[in-house]
Each structure stands twice: as structure tokens, then as C-alpha cells.
């Protein structure tokens, strides 16, 4: 199915939605954000189709932390960019959101047993950022982050997302940024897509569509094939997130569903009410 058409069908899905979906993008390279690519326009048209939220919670693979889970509570997120070696453009991109520190605060509360804290410090990396910018490009909704915690195992971060889903009700849209496989030290610039990104690929969409998540936070089961996926767990981890975030009243699209680079799975998906 075209990308065209599987928005079509999101746009069909979500306008009737009260309880706010939940949402993953495969973010892929940080020039997304300034060229005219077929991932960045189906943000973009993504975006016109949702519900609009009262603020947004992003799990973004590009805050890291071990031993806690932090959420920012600044009022003015900064933009941060987090990356090296691009052009001059894309390091003057801004996001002037705002954000929500009376809600993040109470996210501190409700992931109290998920050891959170409070942090002001951070912001909004490109991991946010980078698609933000063509979701609510006016920048007018207020937006905060929550890092992923390196140290937790991965059922985890699965929990995170059910003790959040209750921000749905609220008004709070809940956005993973990451990428389904990401294995950056294997990519092939204009190469076929490698066999072992096709195989995690799909096994982590039939679990998806299944609703069996158990067999996506099994390290020990997933073995080999996921080390080949995530040398470093971090793009996976809010995907895991915003999959516990979802329910049996939930239905579940994809977008966007490519193997970049050789390595690099663009797949983002929707559950929605």
C-alpha cells in the first residue's frame, strides 16, 4: 500500500477519535527535517489528520539515562541539535514550543515506581524536534519530553507506556521517536535493504499487530537478531513505549513502512481509538 494511501486511511480512522491516539515515527537521518522526502511529507499529512492534542509527551531515542527516568519540566524547551557533520541549516532549525511543567510534573508522580525525576536541563533533540516541526509546524502546542532509562529491561519500558496511557483521556498526545531497526555500523548508502532489517522488521509488525508483546521485550528469545537490529537499544526502546501505551480498544495502521539505508527501518505506526 502506498503512503498515500495508508494516510488516507488514518485520516479516515483518527478525525472521530476523542481518546487521543498514540503515535511512533521512524525519524531516520536529521536531514528529514530540511528536505522534501517522502517520510517528512507523510508527517506532514499525518498531522493534518490527527485529533489536536492539549500538549504532547515525546519519548525520543536521543535522551538517554541510567538508573531513572527523567522528565523535563522547563517552560521554554530548548531546541537542541544533537548531531555532527550537516549543513548549516539544519543547526539553525528552531521548535519555539512551550512547555507543560504543571503536567510534567504530574508524569513524575505517575512513573514514581519507574524511578522519575524532574530535569530542566534538556529540551527538545532532534530526535523530537525533527518531526514536530511538520506534525504542528506553528509550534503551538505545549511539549515535553521523558528520556529512556538504558538501565531498565526492556518489559519496562513496555509498563512505562501502560502507566501513561491514561494521559490519552486527558488531551495528551504521547509521540515515540525512534526506529523499529536501527544498526547504523551495517548501512549501505543506496543499498538493498540487508536481510536481517527486513526479518526484525516484520516479526516486530506481526507481535505488533497480534497485540503479543511479550515476545518484543524477550532480550534472551530475540538474541542474535536483536543485536544485528539494535547494537544500542536506544531507537527501539520508545517504540516498546508507545506500544504499552496502546490497548485492546486500540486499532493499529502503518506508515511509512521502508528500509533506509540498508539498516535503518522507517516504519512509524498509529494505535487509535
Known amino acids: 500500500m502506498s503512503i498515500v494511501s495508508q494516510l488516507d486511511r488514518l485520516k479516515d ?7 487521543m491516539p498514540v503515535v511512533f515515527l521512524g525519524h531516520g537521518s536529521p536531514m528529514n527535517a530540511i528536505e522534501d522526502t ?6 506532514s499529512e499525518l498531522g493534518r489528520s490527527l485529533p489536536r492534542p492539549q500538549a504532547i509527551l515525546v519519548v525520543s531515542a536521543h535522551w538517554m539515562t541510567h538508573g531513572s527516568t527523567l522528565v523535563d519540566v522547563s517552560a521554554l524547551p530548548k531546541t537542541i541539535h544533537d548531531f555532527y557533520g550537516f549543513p548549516d541549516e539544519l543547526y539553525a532549525q528552531q521548535y519555539p514550543a ?24 534538556w529540551g527538545l533533540d532532534h530526535g523530537a524536534w525533527t518531526v514536530l516541526k511538520f506534525l504542528y509546524p506553528e509550534a503551538d502546542v505545549p511539549v515535553f519530553q521523558l528520556s529512556i532509562d538504558m538501565a531498565a529491561d526492556l518489559p519496562q519500558h513496555i509498563e512505562i507506556g501502560r502507566a501513561l496511557s491514561a494521559l490519552r483521556d486527558r488531551g495528551v498526545l504521547i509521540l515515540g521517536s525512534g526506529n523499529v531497526v536501527h544498526n547504523l555500523r551495517a548501512m549501505r548508502w543506496g543499498g538493498q535493504p540487508q536481510d536481517f532489517a527486513l526479518e526484525f ?10 497485540r503479543d508483546l511479550a515476545p518484543l521485550a524477550d532480550r534472551a528469545g530475540l538474541g542474535a537478531l536483536l543485536r544485528m537490529a539494535h547494537p ?18 486500540d486499532s493499529l495502521s502503518f506508515m511509512n513502512n ?15 481509538a
Open 13 to 19: 480512522r483518527l478525525s472521530s477519535s476523542d481518546r
Open 38 to 43: 517522502a517520510y517528512s511529507r507523510g508527517w
Open 98 to 121: 512551550k512547555g507543560d511543567p504543571a503536567l510534567a510534573r504530574e508524569v513524575v508522580s505517575l512513573l514514581a515506581s519507574h524511578h522519575a525525576q524532574e530535569d530542566d536541563t
Open 201 to 210: 522488521d516484520a516479526l516486530f509488525a506481526d507481535r505488533l499487530e497480534a
Open 232 to 249: 544500542s537499544l536506544d531507537h527501539y526502546l520508545p517504540a516498546l513505549t508507545i506500544a504499552g501505551a496502546s490497548d485492546a480498544r
Open 258 to 272: 521502508s528500509i533506509d539505508l540498508g539498516t535503518v527501518s522507517m516504519r512509524s505506526f498509529v494505535f487509535h
